[in-house]
């Protein structure tokens, strides 16, 4: 009965990592909301989420598997909890003016190195610190953050659960 609602679980987690991925794409597309590297990083990261927790559903491991897949979900979602924070941080501090603006993923993927392309990924550029959308008084990286921490408190739980 446990395994199956932990798959059951897992199946739910997909979902919702695809309702909030469908969200921001109803936002880019139908809202006209561009998003900046710090956004695709974190939309990336919540899909792989989605990915690994509908294998979970689909496969029913055994107990190295559960754990294993756990920690997997538990890592991803603390590595998109630190993307989020990153972003409410440098939303957080004082508009430099002398920063323009950066040009879209697609022309960053075709122009720039490898590495300036990942350190933009992985650390923002100043579009990042625009606010552009707020929900409840939260904006779209505060909300990321509330995603992200539930989805890793759910990956703990799983993974200190005990199993037969």
Same mark, same amino acid.
């Given at each position: 009965? &446990?395994?199956?609602?932990? $798959?059951? %679980?897992?199946?739910? +987690?997909? #979902?919702?990592? *695809?309702? =909030? ?16 590297? &710090?956004?695709?990083?974190? $939309?990336? %990261?919540?899909?792989? +989420?989605? #990915?690994?927790? *509908?294998? =979970? ?16 979900? &538990? ?14 941080? *440098? ?74």
């Amino acid at each position: 009965m &446990l395994l199956a609602r932990s $798959r059951s %679980l897992y199946l739910l +987690i997909s #979902l919702a990592c *695809l309702a =909030v991925l469908g969200a921001a794409f109803y936002l880019e597309f139908q809202v006209g909301l561009e998003p900046c590297s &710090l956004c695709i990083t974190q $939309r990336v %990261l919540l899909g792989a +989420i989605a #990915l690994v927790a *509908l294998v =979970v559903a689909a496969h029913s491991p055994g107990r190295i598997g559960w754990r294993i897949y756990s920690a997997l979900v &538990l890592t991803t979602a603390i590595a998109g909890g630190l993307s989020a924070t990153r972003q409410i941080w *440098l939303q957080s501090q004082a508009p430099i003016p002398s920063q323009g603006c950066h040009p879209g993923l697609h022309y960053m993927m075709q122009i720039w190195s490898p590495s300036e392309l990942w350190h933009a990924l992985l650390l923002g550029t100043p579009e990042c610190a625009r606010i552009n959308w707020t929900l409840f008084g939260l904006s779209l990286p505060e909300w990321s953050l509330l995603a992200f921490a539930g989805l890793a408190l759910f990956a703990l739980s799983q993974l200190f659960e005990r199993r037969r």
